[in-house]
């Protein structure tokens, strides 16, 4: 197998954020292909997420995001495991982010869980209702309502969220990358978004 060089490994480095070793141990396992290395990193980053997701988080920052000259703001909360990863520049950074997306796409909920029954129950008969305007049989309407209930949660819940900065990462895939590389348990607790004339 061909040697994997040092300006592979910072291309990876600078593309994941993982570090120095995992990025070569990554370029390694996958022959350097570097595609195939950052998805390696990225499902390396799941497991280490699933095995931190019961630890308690008592630290964190809440960040806020102020838009269009003060008529649009956030304020986020995101909680980690200890003060030291609270004052981390790569965390801060992640929860200003993340309040700037809320901005950007003002979701209704950070997973489907908290999107309120009284919303659900109206998109469902909102679904229906054009269902039956096309004339589609009964049968095939509960499917119908349940696919465009799975597109609603995906583009209205914040973890289901594409990230505005790269749309081929969800907030859910950039939180696991950040546990991946920080090696601590990090949510998004709670999140509220101000807009004069709302």
Do not use: W
Request: with cysteine; charged share 30%; glycine share 8%.
């Amino acid at each position: 197998m061909a040697e994997i060089s040092a300006a592979l490994v910072k291309q990876l480095r600078e593309k994941s954020g993982a570090g120095m070793m995992d990025c070569k141990n990554a370029l390694k396992e996958c022959d350097g292909d570097i595609e195939k290395a950052s998805d390696f990193l990225r499902k390396k980053g799941l497991a280490t997420a699933a095995k931190r997701a019961g630890r308690a988080m008592s630290e964190g920052v809440v960040e806020s995001y102020i838009h269009m000259g003060g008529k649009l703001g956030v304020i986020v909360e995101v909680n980690c495991e200890t003060d030291f990863v609270a004052k981390n520049d790569d965390f801060k950074e992640f929860a200003k982010n993340v309040a700037m997306h809320i901005a950007a796409t003002n979701p209704v909920g950070i997973k489907e869980e908290d999107v309120s029954e009284e919303v659900v129950s109206r998109e469902k008969d909102i679904y229906r209702g054009q269902a039956l305007e096309l004339g589609k049989p009964e049968k095939m309407i509960e499917k119908i309502v349940d696919g465009k209930m799975n597109k609603f949660f995906k583009e209205n819940c914040l973890m289901n969220q594409a990230y505005v900065r790269n749309p081929d990462l969800t907030i859910a895939d950039l939180i696991n990358e950040l546990i991946a590389k920080i090696g601590e348990n990090i949510t998004i607790k709670r999140f509220a978004r101000y807009q004069i004339g709302e």
